[in-house]
């Protein structure tokens, strides 16, 4: 069964630095689209970046562009979203999240369509204070 798991939430000041994991099992991140999205509370589920599968290309929504950079490590099964200048309101629970099958339709702006994506991680929480 697939199962992502994230980690690496936390309480920090603005302008410090998190890093968040996200860990699969049953699949890799490799041969998978991928995108980590964000709720803040009483808000709706929004995207904030991620990657189609097998290229090299990251998008970022433009809230975090030069600020938010993910990556992968070297066995395809942990990508990771580094978080810097961190702002209130960044503050959300982050999840990851990837599609059963390939996103056929790939758009130059990267893959977020929240109903593109049918697996999900439990989420982790992310407060920046002021």
């Known amino acids: 069964a697939v199962q992502l798991v994230e980690s690496g939430g936390g309480s920090v000041q603005a302008g410090g630095s998190l890093t968040l994991s996200c860990t699969a099992s049953?699949?890799?991140?490799?041969?998978?689209?991928m995108a980590w999205f964000r709720q803040a509370p009483g808000k709706g589920r929004v995207w904030v970046a991620g990657?189609?599968?097998?290229?090299?290309?990251?998008f970022y929504d433009d809230s975090v562009r030069g600020r938010f950079t993910i990556t992968q490590d070297s066995t395809k099964t942990t990508v990771y979203l580094q978080m810097n200048d961190l702002k209130p309101e960044d503050t959300a629970m982050y999840y990851c999240?990837?599609?059963?099958?390939?996103?056929?339709?790939?758009?130059?702006?990267?893959?977020?369509?929240?109903?593109?994506?049918?697996?999900w991680g439990q989420g982790t929480q992310v407060t920046v204070s002021s």
């Open positions: 999240a990837a599609p059963a099958v390939p996103i056929t339709t790939r758009s130059s702006c990267g893959p977020r369509l929240l109903t593109d994506f049918d697996y």
């Open positions: 990657f189609y599968a097998g290229t090299r290309s990251k």
């Open positions: 049953g699949f890799r991140f490799g041969d998978s689209d």
